[in-house]
C-alpha cells in the first residue's frame, strides 16, 4: 500500500486516502480537434515500465488533487509535485536525473 | 507408541492439567501443550486423511509448516475448520475432530482412490472429465464438489467479534528467535521506535531447543535475559502470539492475532507500517523424498526434536533418524539422552557428519554412512525401515523395526516476507537452499532497501552467524552502529548432499510412493509426469500437478518439488526457479479480515434530519447510498403496492410531502462560476437570472450522461446545483478535478452543503394551501412562478422555497436549515392535515416521474446513454463552443442514427413489462443469440392510468411511434408492447404550472 506526501497539505498519506486519477499532463482535446488526437486524449495511455507521471487526489485529506512521479516496477517515489503545471517541474526532473542517471 | 515422558517439557506446565476431546474422546494435556503435542502425548497418531487418496494422515511438523494435522476445531457456529494442530495451544474444554473422511478416520471409503491411485495421475482432472461435455455439469461436478474439500464450515452466523489495529514503528522485526531478538535489541538500542513480533506464544525460537550456547550461557538464559531488557526499552514494544501474513509497499505489514483472552475480539488484524522491516523468520526443515514417507510417524527431525524438548513427549519408542545434513544428529543425541531408542542414524551421506557425528558414536549410537531408505513400511502407522544403498537402485540391505522416522533434507530459509513484494532470490548451492539476494530488495517510497533478513532466514545456519548476522541488520535497519554481536560455540558441521530422493537411482515402484505434496497427494512420479508432458515452468507444473497449492502454501513442499522438476528437465535448480511466495503466509480468518465491519458497523449509515420520523411510521426503508430512503409508508395491513398507489393518488388529488433531503447540494460560487456552469452543463448556465431555476444535464468527457438536476441561480456569482442522490460526492469531486487539474486560473469555489439543509416536498394540487396555512411567505403562482424560487419564512422557519417539480404537480421543494428539519416536517403534517397530506416513498416518486416522462439517472442512464438518445436534445446548447462532453458527442459512433432512442412503451394487455426486458428482433446474432432492437429502463404499474407504463431504448423508436414490439419475460415467453410517447400524465405541463 502506497505512501506519497500530499505536496498540498504535508500529510505522508496512506494509498487508503487517496483516489488514483491516472497519468498526468494530459492535454484535452476540445471541439474541432481531430479525431486522433481526440481518441488519444480519452484513451490512449503511457504505461511505462519505470517512471510514471501519475495525478492523485487526497480525496480522504484535504481534497486536493497532486501529481506524483513513480516507478511503477519499484513502487519508488521519486517527488509529488502541484497539479496545476503541465509538465513535471525542473526539481522532479533533476531528482529522476539524479536517481535513475 | 508416541507418550508423554515423565520428565521435561519446557514449555508445560505439569501442575495444569487440561482435557478435550478428538472425535468424542476425552483426552488429558498440559497446559502450555499444542493440540499437537497433546495428540502425540496421547499416542493419537493418525489425525487426518489427504485429500486426493484419503491416505492416513500424521503431524510432520511442529510449526506452521505442518500440512497434515488439520482438524475442526469448536462446535457450532464458532467452530473453525482446517485449523493446524501444531499451532494451536490446548484450551480446557478444546473439542476437536478430524477431516475429509467417511464414515470415521480408522476406516474411510476414500481410501479406495489410494488402491486405484495409478488411475489418477498428475493431471487426472483436466484428463478425464473433459468428455463428454455435458457430464461436466451434470455429472462430474457435483460428484467431485461433494467428495472434495477438506473441513467443514460453520453455517451459523459467528457470534465472535474481530478487529483491526493500526501500528507504527520505525523498525518491524518479525520473528522472535535469537534473530529478531538480538535485532530488537539493536536497533532498539538506537532510540528507534521498535515493535517485535513472533508467531508463537514463546520466545527464543529453536535455540533453546537446540541447547546452543550463547555468550558463555544456555540459550534459554540468554533468550530470558534479551527478552527482559527489551521489555525495559521505552522504544520496544514485543508482542507474542502475533503473525505477519504479509509485506506490501513501502513498509506495509499485514499480521494476526489469533490467542486472545475470552471476553474480547476473538482475532486481531494488525495493519503496521513500518520505516523498515526486518525479517529473522528463521528455516523450515524439508522431509526427504523416499518410498513411505508419508505414513504416519514419519516427520520432521527437528519437530521430533521440539515435542521431546517443549513438551516432553516421545514421537516414538524406537526412532530411527535419516538425514543428508548433521543438523538431525541433534534429534538422535536429544532422543537418547530422554532414554528413547534410536536404532541407527541413517546418513545418505558417504562421508557422514563432523562434531556431532563424533557425539554420536560416542554416545554408542549406530551410524549408516552412504545408506538410504528403500522404503518405509507400516499400516496407518510406522512398523519398519528398510535400508539400501543411497547411490544404487533400492536393493534392500538391512530392516529394522521402529515405530517412528525423523528425516531431515535440510533447511529452507523463510523467505515469504522478503519475496511478498519483489525481493529477489539466490541459489546457494553449498547450503543447498534458495536465500535472499541482499543487491535484490523489495524497495521502499525512497527507493532503498525496505527488508532486511537476518539469521537463518538470510540462510545463516549456525548461532555464531545469527547473531552476527541479526547485529548487523538491526543496526542497518535502524541506522546506528551494530557493537559487538554475543559470541557462540557451534560444533563444526559436514556439509549438506543435494539429495533430493533416496536412493537415487530408485525405481518407479519406490518413486510413485515418494510423497513431496502430503496435503494434496503429490509424489515424485506426478512431477516427472508434468515434465514429460511438457510443463516446464515452474509455474504451470505447481498447478497442473497442484503441488504446493494446499492449505500449507508448499512449505515443506516446493524446494523438494522444483529440486524433483530440476532433475527430470536435467536442468539446474536456479534455472527452474521459484514458484511466486504470495500472502498471507499462513491463512488468516475472514473474520479478522472483515474486523469490526460487518452489521451495523459494515458501513456508515446517513439520516436525513426526518430519519427519526420515517422510523417511528413504518417506512420500509431503500438503500440508497449509504442513505436509508423510505419506500413507501405503509399502513397496518397494507401491502407495499398498495401503499405506493395510495401515496400517489392521495398527492395527485391531494397534497403529498416527499423527504428529498438526500439530493445534493452543491453551492459554486466565484466570479468565474458562470464560465464553469458553462463547462459543467450540456445547457446555458451563465444566461440565468438570479431567482431562476433551470434543469441542466451533465456528461463526462466521453459525452455519457453523469447527472441532472435543477440549478438554481442565487446570485450573480453564486450558483446551487442540485444533484441526484447518489451523485452529490461523486459530482463535487467531478467539479474539483475540473477546477483543480484543468482550469485551475478559474476563480471559482464549490462547496458540498448536501447535509446543511433538509429539504421537504410539498406535493400536490393542495400544495399551495398548506404553504399558504405554515404561512410567511407569498407563495402565489404571481409572486412564486414555475422554475423560481424565493427565500422567506414558513411557520417561523427560515426557508428557501423552490417551484420546481419531478410529479407533474404544483410542486414546491422548501429547503431549510438541518437542524429545523424535523420542525419543519412536523409543522407541514399539521398543516396539511385538514387536506390529508400524506407522506410518501421513493417508489411514489420514481412512478409520478415515470408517469410524466422524466428520466432518472441509473434507470435511463447506464454510462453508455448520450442525452440525445433521451430526447434531451433542447437542453443541449447550440450557442456554447464547448461544455466537457461536446467533442465526445460528435464522434461518428455517437451520432449515428442507429443508437436506440427513449420511447414510452405500452403493453397491449395493460401488463407490467419486466425490468430490463429486451425488444426481440429477427434473426440471430453471430453469438447464436437472438437479435434485440430495444429494452426497457424504467416499468411501474401507474396507479393514476391503471396500467402498466415503461420507459425504454429501441431501435429508431421516436420514428415508430404505434408500432408493437414484442418483449422478452423471464418465463421464456414474450408480451407485446406498443411504442408511444414518454409522457404518459398531463403531456401539457398544466398541473406543474399553476
Known amino acids: 500500500m502506497l505512501l506519497l506526501r500530499c505536496p498540498n497539505c504535508g500529510i505522508e498519506a496512506e494509498e487508503t486516502e487517496l483516489t488514483p486519477g491516472g497519468e498526468a499532463h494530459l492535454k484535452r482535446e476540445g471541439p474541432g480537434s481531430d479525431e486522433v488526437s481526440f481518441e488519444s486524449y480519452l484513451f490512449t495511455r503511457q504505461n511505462p515500465r519505470g517512471v510514471h507521471f501519475e495525478r492523485w487526489r487526497h480525496a480522504q485529506g484535504c481534497g486536493k488533487w497532486f501529481h506524483a512521479a513513480r516507478d511503477t516496477v519499484t513502487m519508488e517515489v521519486l517527488g509529488t509535485y502541484s497539479a496545476q503545471v503541465t509538465e513535471p517541474p525542473a526539481e522532479i526532473r533533476a531528482e529522476i536525473e539524479r536517481r535513475r542517471g | 507408541m508416541s507418550r508423554r515422558l515423565p520428565r521435561g517439557g519446557r514449555l508445560i506446565d505439569r501442575d495444569t492439567p487440561v482435557t478435550f476431546t478428538f472425535n468424542g474422546r476425552e483426552l488429558g494435556g498440559h497446559a502450555g501443550d499444542t493440540l499437537a503435542s497433546a495428540l502425540l502425548a496421547a499416542d493419537q497418531v493418525l489425525l487426518g486423511r489427504s485429500f486426493k487418496y484419503h491416505r492416513p494422515r500424521g503431524l510432520v511438523a511442529s510449526g506452521s509448516e505442518e500440512p497434515n494435522a488439520l482438524l475442526g476445531i469448536g462446535q457450532g457456529a464458532a467452530s473453525e475448520p482446517n485449523q493446524r494442530a501444531t499451532t494451536t495451544p490446548l484450551q480446557p474444554g478444546m473439542t476437536a475432530v478430524s477431516q475429509n473422511h467417511w464414515p470415521s478416520l480408522e476406516w474411510d471409503v476414500g481410501r479406495v482412490n489410494d488402491a486405484a491411485r495409478h488411475f489418477f495421475p498428475a493431471g487426472f482432472y483436466y484428463k478425464t472429465f473433459i468428455h463428454p461435455r455435458p457430464f461436466w455439469k451434470h455429472v462430474f461436478e457435483p460428484v467431485i464438489r461433494r467428495a472434495a474439500g477438506l473441513g467443514t464450515a460453520p453455517t451459523g452466523p459467528d457470534p465472535d467479534s474481530y478487529e483491526h489495529f493500526h501500528a507504527f514503528c520505525d523498525v518491524l522485526v518479525v520473528g522472535g528467535g535469537v534473530a529478531g531478538l538480538q535485532a530488537a535489541l539493536t536497533a532498539g538500542r538506537t532510540g528507534s521506535r521498535v515493535l517485535l513480533i513472533e508467531q508463537r506464544g514463546h520466545w527464543g525460537g529453536r535455540a533453546p531447543v537446540d541447547g546452543v550456547n550463547i555468550d558463555g550461557a544456555d540459550a534459554a538464559d540468554w533468550v530470558n535475559a534479551t527478552v527482559q531488557a527489551l521489555e ?57 523424498a523416499f518410498a513411505g514417507n508419508d505414513i504416519p510417524g514419519v516427520m520432521l527431525a527437528s519437530a521430533a526434536r521440539d515435542y521431546l524438548a517443549d513438551y516432553g513427549v516421545a514421537v516414538g519408542d524406537r526412532v530411527v533418524v535419516v538425514t543428508n545434513n548433521d543438523d538431525a544428529y541433534r534429534t538422535a543425541l536429544a532422543l537418547t539422552e530422554a532414554g528413547i531408542e534410536v536404532p541407527a542414524i541413517v546418513d545418505l551421506r558417504e562421508s557422514g557428519a563432523g562434531a556431532l557425528g563424533e557425539a554420536a558414536r560416542a554416545a554408542g549410537l549406530t551410524i549408516f554412512q552412504g545408506t538410504g531408505v528403500h522404503a518405509v513400511k507400516g499400516n496407518a502407522r510406522v512398523a519398519k525401515i528398510q535400508l539400501c544403498r543411497q547411490d544404487g537402485d533400492g536393493a534392500v540391505t538391512a530392516e529394522l523395526p521402529c515405530d517412528a522416522v525423523a528425516m531431515s533434507g535440510g533447511w529452507s530459509p523463510v523467505v515469504h516476507l522478503w519475496s511478498h513484494c519483489g525481493g529477489k532470490l539466490t541459489w546457494d548451492d553449498a547450503q543447498a537452499m534458495f536465500r535472499p539476494d541482499a543487491g535484490r530488495p523489495p524497495l521502499g517510497a525512497d527507493g532503498r532497501a525496505m527488508v532486511t533478513v537476518a539469521g537463518a ?191 400517489i393518488n392521495a398527492t395527485r388529488n391531494g397534497v403529498g410531502l416527499l423527504d428529498a433531503s438526500t439530493l445534493g447540494k452543491i453551492l459554486v460560487k466565484g466570479p468565474d462560476a458562470g464560465r464553469f456552469m458553462d463547462m459543467l452543463y450540456t445547457n446555458l448556465m451563465s444566461s440565468l437570472k438570479p431567482g431562476k431555476c433551470r434543469y441542466g444535464l451533465m456528461c463526462s468527457e466521453n459525452g455519457f450522461l453523469i447527472d441532472d438536476g435543477v440549478v438554481a441561480r442565487l446570485d450573480d456569482d453564486t450558483f446551487l446545483v442540485h444533484t441526484t442522490t447518489g451523485g452529490a460526492d461523486r459530482i463535487h469531486a467531478h467539479m474539483e478535478e475540473w477546477l483543480q487539474t484543468e482550469w485551475w486560473d478559474w476563480q471559482v469555489y464549490t462547496v458540498n452543503i448536501t447535509e446543511a439543509f433538509a429539504q421537504v416536498a410539498v406535493v400536490g394540487p393542495k400544495a399551495r394551501a398548506v404553504l399558504e396555512t405554515l404561512g410567511g411567505m407569498d407563495v402565489s403562482a404571481d409572486t412564486l412562478p414555475f422554475m423560481t ?109 442507429t443508437r436506440w432512442k427513449l420511447v414510452g412503451l405500452e403493453t397491449l394487455d395493460g401488463s407490467v413489462l419486466e425490468d430490463g426486458a429486451l425488444a426481440v428482433a429477427d434473426g440471430r446474432n453471430a453469438n447464436g443469440q437472438g437479435n434485440t432492437q430495444g429494452r426497457v429502463t424504467s416499468t411501474y404499474r401507474s396507479p393514476t392510468l391503471g396500467r402498466g407504463i415503461a420507459m425504454g431504448l429501441v431501435l429508431n423508436g421516436p420514428d415508430r411511434m404505434g408500432e408493437v414490439l414484442d418483449f422478452t419475460t423471464l418465463a421464456g415467453g414474450t408480451v407485446k408492447a406498443k411504442i408511444v410517447s414518454p409522457v404518459f400524465y398531463d403531456p401539457e405541463g398544466e398541473k406543474q404550472n399553476v
Open chain 2, 232 to 288: 525495559g526499552m521505552e522504544n520496544v514494544t514485543i508482542r507474542t502470539g502475533v503473525m505477519a501474513a504479509g509485506v506490501y509497499d513501502h513498509g506495509y505489514v499485514i499480521a494476526s492475532e489469533e490467542s486472545l483472552p475470552e471476553g474480547g475480539p476473538r482475532h486481531r488484524l494488525w495493519k503496521i507500517r513500518a520505516g523498515h522491516i526486518v525479517t529473522a523468520t528463521g528455516a523450515i526443515e524439508r522431509p526427504l
Open chain 2, 457 to 647: 532466514a538470510n540462510g545463516e545456519l549456525s548461532t555464531a552467524a545469527v547473531l552476527a548476522d541479526a547485529t548487523r541488520a538491526g543496526a542497518g535497519a535502524a541506522g546506528g552502529e551494530p557493537g559487538t554481536a554475543p559470541g557462540a560455540d557451534d560444533p563444526a558441521e559436514a556439509p549438506i548432499a543435494p539429495v533430493w530422493l533416496s536412493p537415487a537411482n530408485a525405481p518407479y515402484a519406490l518413486r510413485s510412493k515418494a510423497w513431496l505434496d502430503y496435503q494434496n497427494d503429490v509424489k515424485v512420479t506426478d512431477v516427472e509426469l508434468a515434465a514429460r508432458e511438457g510443463y516446464e515452468s515452474v509455474e504451470h507444473t505447481k498447478r497442473y500437478t497442484t503441488l504446493g497449492m494446499a492449505t500449507d502454501q508448499g512449505k515443506l513442499s516446493n524446494i523438494n518439488g522444483l529440486a524433483t522438476l530440476s532433475r527430470a528437465l536435467e536442468k539446474p535448480i536456479p534455472e527452474v526457479g521459484t514458484t511466486t511466495f504470495r500472502p498471507p503466509y499462513t491463512p488468516i480468518s475472514f473474520g479478522a479480515i472483515a474486523g469490526e465491519a460487518r452489521g451495523e458497523t459494515f458501513q456508515p449509515l446517513r439520516r436525513t434530519p426526518i430519519h427519526g420520523w420515517h422510523e417511528a411510521n413504518g417506512a420500509d426503508w431503500e438503500p440508497v447510498g449509504h442513505w436509508r430512503r423510505p419506500y413507501c409508508f405503509p399502513k397496518a395491513g397494507e401491502s407495499k403496492h398498495d401503499a405506493v398507489a395510495r401515496e
Open chain 2, 789 to 897: 424560487f424565493a427565500d422567506g419564512e414558513l411557520a417561523g422557519i427560515p426557508a428557501r422555497v423552490f417551484r420546481i417539480s419531478f410529479s407533474g404537480e404544483l410542486s414546491y421543494e422548501v429547503a431549510v436549515p438541518a437542524s429545523r428539519g424535523r420542525e419543519f416536517w412536523d409543522a407541514a403534517l399539521a398543516a396539511g392535515a385538514a387536506h390529508g397530506i400524506t407522506p410518501y416513498g421513493t417508489e411514489a416518486l420514481h412512478v409520478m416521474r415515470a408517469e410524466k416522462g422524466f428520466i432518472m439517472i441509473g434507470d435511463e442512464t447506464d454510462g453508455t446513454v448520450i442525452p440525445q438518445d433521451l430526447g434531451l436534445d433542447w437542453a443541449i446548447s447550440k450557442k456554447k463552443d464547448d461544455y466537457i462532453g461536446k467533442r465526445a458527442q460528435a464522434r461518428s459512433h455517437m451520432t449515428d442514427p
